[in-house]
């Protein structure tokens, strides 16, 4: 069986291994960027780290006892992921600046025919489309960005030729990522002005190196890394409790993080201003020790007038004030609805993915999509996790999907497909399971522009492990193999259930 997968970032490459470790060894990963990575390639901006622990932001069959720090740098987490894929040999296997631009199922053939932008088209018996939420990065939408005469770029897109030293500096955002560069960025500016449209909720992450002797115990006795990882999820699931009940667990997560913003934020003046005003973890929680005493710096003023438009000299206030700087840099974040668009996927029958999705995007699971036989997504609709590692969810969706794999193969199958009605139930019940919780209480790059949360798993990890560690056969029904020419039609499996 020919597996083609979609991305090389950790969701691709833990599909590549899962497949391997059971016996499919003709996977291919095509990558857009010039070497593995996904999101830590492309985000290397000045002060870029994970805020989960790395203990628990890596594979459990790929642990590491020499970890720098509690949340690693970019560095360190890109140097894991090419260990990780030279150990299970999955570098060779990677097409890099391999852009695809459609991938096609052809009933006929019941094959994925997927063509990257060079116009080559690879065929494969299934379809791995692990291109990520946080992978196309955003633009605000505010009138005249262009007239714009300065230097400008992404935050994901780092410009490291330019000199931000003694220039005068505006960040545009104020999410996970502007509160990790902003601080780093603070000391080099002449000027920071740090536009905020929403302020957040912060509990403490100082990340100081590990001290020898830790490092040393994590090295020499295996048990306390077990425990630390076990602890880590206990604590994670912790903060997914606060956010799935807010009148109860997710008041003492206020409270932790109002004591720690108001010890924080000595200047009234920037307390006031950078004070959320919706509930604690609607939006994602930031862990941050540097952020907000940065934003306090006699060099730096915290803006919360709204953008009105950006002149040649920089953003111009709702207040009338033009804010003249060097440089912008866009901290807006991703199109996180667009997951693999503007790909062109089309299932069953010519049906597109994106007809499918008109009404915002879902599957089974956040894995499986109805009409799409053999093409599973990772780190789909409704996977992304605001308390917990992404990494787990992966390793989850990859295990999965090999378990639909392995049906396909031991029935000589062509391929699998989620039944419709299955797809529905489990859309509806993940959509209900949201009430009551905390990320339904404000706007948030969570939802659509319906307000349909599509981003989120509304429950705890422990929960999607348990969900997806079993292939339910009867939520799939097999596609038989195509008859060849002179052969006859191969008989489809008993009543077409996995
Ligand atoms: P983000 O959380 O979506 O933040 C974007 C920021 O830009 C928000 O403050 C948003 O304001 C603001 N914004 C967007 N459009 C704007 C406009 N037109 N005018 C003014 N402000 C605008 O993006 P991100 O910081 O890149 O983070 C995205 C996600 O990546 C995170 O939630 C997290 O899951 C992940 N991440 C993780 C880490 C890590 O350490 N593991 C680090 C960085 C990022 P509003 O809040 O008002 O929308």
Not at 446 to 470: K, L, S
């Amino acid at each position: 069986m020919r597996v083609v997968i979609v991305g090389a970032g950790f969701g691709g490459i833990a599909a590549a291994i899962e497949l391997r470790r059971h016996g499919f060894d003709d996977v291919t990963l095509l990558e857009a960027a010039p070497e593995l990575g996904g999101t830590w390639h492309y985000n290397d901006y000045p002060g870029a780290a994970c805020d989960v622990p790395s203990h628990f932001y890596s594979y459990s069959y790929a642990q590491r006892r020499d970890w720098s720090r509690l949340c690693s740098p970019q560095s360190e987490i890109l140097g894991y992921l090419r260990g990780v894929a030279a150990e299970y040999g999955i570098e060779e296997r990677i097409v890099t600046g391999a852009t695809v631009t459609a991938c096609r199922w052809d009933d006929a053939t019941a094959r994925w025919a997927v063509r990257t932008e060079d116009g080559t088209e690879r065929h494969a018996e299934a379809l791995v489309l692990a291109t990520g939420q946080l992978n196309q990065p955003a633009m605000p939408g505010i009138e005249g960005l262009a007239d714009f005469a300065g230097h400008s770029f992404h935050s994901a897109r780092w410009d490291h030729d330019y000199d931000l030293r003694g220039k005068r500096v505006a960040v545009i955002g104020t999410g996970a990522s502007a509160v990790q560069f902003v601080p780093e960025i603070a000391e080099q500016a002449g000027q920071l002005a740090v536009f905020q449209r929403s302020g957040n909720w912060f509990l403490p992450r100082r990340n100081r190196a590990y001290p020898a002797l830790l490092k040393v115990l994590f090295a020499r006795v295996p048990s306390v890394q077990r425990v630390r990882r076990a602890f880590l999820f206990r604590y994670m699931e912790a903060i997914t409790a606060a956010i799935r009940n807010p009148a109860t667990v997710g008041r003492v997560g206020r409270l932790r993080a109002a004591l720690f913003m108001r010890w924080q934020l000595r200047d009234p003046e920037v307390r006031r201003k950078a004070w959320p005003d919706y509930m604690f973890g609607c939006k994602r929680v930031l862990f941050s020790s540097a952020y907000l005493p940065a934003l306090q710096r006699d060099n730096v003023e915290l803006v919360t007038e709204a953008i009105e438009r950006m002149a040649p000299e920089g953003p111009v206030t709702a207040d009338g004030r033009r804010h003249d700087v060097d440089c912008v840099i866009y901290g807006t974040g991703f199109r996180t609805n667009d997951f693999m668009f503007p790909m062109e996927v089309t299932g069953t029958g010519g049906g597109s993915l994106r007809d499918a999705w008109a009404g915002g995007a879902h599957a089974h699971l956040g894995i499986t999509v109805p009409g799409f036989p053999s093409m599973f997504i990772l780190y789909g609709p409704n996977t992304n996790t605001s308390g917990g590692s992404i990494i787990y969810y992966l390793e989850a969706q990859a295990g999965y999907l090999r378990q639909a794999l392995d049906r396909v193969r031991a029935d000589g199958a062509a391929a699998i497909d989620v039944r419709p009605e299955v797809e529905e139930t489990s859309d509806r019940a993940v959509q209900a399971h949201f009430a009551g919780t905390a990320w339904t209480q404000c706007d948030s790059w969570y939802r659509n522009g319906e307000g349909r949360i599509i981003a989120n798993w509304p429950g705890y990890m422990a929960e999607y492990g348990e969900r997806t560690r079993t292939l339910d056969p009867a939520e799939y029904r097999l596609i038989p193999r195509p008859a060849r020419r002179g052969e006859a039609a191969r008989p489809a499996p008993a009543e077409h259930t996995a």
